[in-house]
């Protein structure tokens, strides 16, 4: 399984901007799907962005618009530039990593520990 390892969370007024970075243990050009999710208390996890070895992006609606998935596969990184936020998008976000063949098998494959996202004035 691949490590990743997430940073760049911590408290912004609302607002404000954070960026956040996935760094991957191996190469992530074999990866299909890098992902950023979200976990606030009480609430489960969803899909925030993610983006495909490919470039291909998809985001939640909730997001659109305010932020932006990028992949870096020389540095083995993935990225989430986060503008506009708001406190709905307090939560730990965690960064995850699925193969081909993890989605062929159901799997949910690799992730990250998990980064705490703080909006608050």
């Known amino acids: 399984q691949v490590q990743l390892v997430e940073s760049g969370g911590g408290l912004v007024l609302p607002g404000g901007s954070l960026r956040l970075s996935c760094a991957a243990s191996t190469n992530i050009l074999g990866v299909n799907t890098m992902g950023w999710y979200r976990q606030a208390p009480g609430k489960q996890r969803e899909l925030v962005a993610a983006i495909t070895s490919g470039g291909k992006t998809n985001y939640a609606d909730s997001v659109l618009g305010r932020f932006t998935i990028s992949r870096d596969n020389a540095k083995n990184t993935v990225y989430l530039q986060m503008n506009s936020l708001k406190p709905e998008d307090a939560a730990v976000y965690y960064c995850?990593?699925?193969?081909?063949?993890?989605?062929?098998?159901?799997?949910?494959?690799?992730w990250g520990q998990g980064t705490q996202v703080t909006v608050s004035s």
């Open positions: 995850n990593a699925r193969s081909a063949s993890d989605k062929y098998y159901g799997r949910s494959g690799s």
